[in-house]
C-alpha cells in the first residue's frame, strides 16, 4: 500500500511539474510574439490562433465536441451566487490594495467598452476553450476528473505569470495574490464544466469579471482621494 501511494505521490508531482512547464511555455510564447510582432494586436491574433487550432486539434483527435447551453449556464451561476459573491469581495480587496499601492488610475474608462468587446470577450471565449475544454478532454484518459481540474488550473494560473514581470516588494505579493485568484476562479470553472460538460458556465463568468473590475474600481476611486 505503502509503495502504491508513493508511486502515485510521485505520479501526481509529475503531472503538476509538466503543466507548470506547459504554464510557463505559453507564457513564454506570449513574449516571444509580443517581441517579435510588430503591434500587441497582432502578437494577441497570432496567440488566439495557436490556441484555437491547438484546440481544434485535441477535439478532433477525441472525436469530441465542446457544448454550449447559455440558458443551464446562467441558471447555475444564479445557483453559486454564494461563490460569486465570495469571489467579488477578495476581487474588491484586490482592486482596493491596487489602488492604494500602485497609485495608478485602475483603468481607462474611455476605452472600456471597446477594449471589452474586441479584446476581453474573444479573450474570455479563446481561453475558456482551450483550457476548460480542449485540455481537459486531452487529460480525460489520463487523471481523475478532480486532479484533471487542478492540472489545467494550475496551467491556466501559470500561463499568466508575465503579469510578475517588473514588479517587487508589495506590488509583487498583490500580483501573486491575484494568480492565487486566477486559479481558484479556473478550479471552479473546470470542476463545473467536468459536472455538466457546458463550456457556458465558465465563459459567461470569464466575460463578466472584466465588468465586475470596472465597478469595483469606479467604487474605490468615489472612496480614495
Avoid at 114 to 135: M, T
Wanted: charged share 15%; glycine share 4%.
Amino acid at each position: 500500500m505503502a509503495h502504491h501511494r508513493a508511486v502515485f505521490s510521485g505520479t501526481a508531482l509529475l503531472c503538476v511539474i509538466c503543466a507548470v512547464l506547459l504554464g510557463l511555455s505559453l507564457a513564454g510564447i506570449v513574449w516571444v510574439l509580443a517581441r517579435v510582432c510588430s503591434s500587441g494586436l497582432l502578437a494577441m491574433l497570432l496567440f488566439w490562433a495557436l490556441l484555437l487550432a491547438s484546440s481544434a486539434y485535441i477535439l478532433r483527435w477525441k472525436a469530441t465536441s465542446l457544448r454550449y447551453d447559455w440558458r443551464l449556464g446562467l441558471q447555475q451561476l444564479v445557483a453559486d451566487y454564494r461563490i460569486l459573491l465570495t469571489f467579488g469581495v477578495l476581487h474588491a480587496l484586490l482592486v482596493f490594495l491596487y489602488a492604494v499601492v500602485d497609485k495608478k488610475p485602475l483603468l481607462d474608462k474611455r476605452f472600456f467598452v471597446i477594449n471589452y468587446l474586441l479584446v476581453k470577450v474573444p479573450v474570455a471565449f479563446v481561453e475558456e476553450v482551450f483550457f476548460r475544454g480542449a485540455l481537459d478532454v486531452a487529460l480525460s484518459d489520463f487523471v481523475q476528473p478532480s486532479f484533471g481540474a487542478v492540472l489545467t488550473s494550475v496551467t491556466f494560473a501559470v500561463a499568466h505569470v508575465r503579469q510578475l514581470s517588473g514588479t517587487s516588494g508589495w506590488l509583487l505579493l498583490l500580483k501573486m495574490a491575484s494568480l492565487l485568484a486566477i486559479f481558484l476562479f479556473a478550479y471552479i470553472a473546470a470542476s463545473r464544466y467536468q459536472r455538466q460538460r457546458n463550456l457556458a458556465y465558465s465563459t459567461l463568468w470569464h466575460c463578466w469579471m472584466p465588468v465586475e473590475e470596472c465597478l469595483l474600481a469606479k467604487m474605490v476611486a468615489s472612496i480614495l482621494p
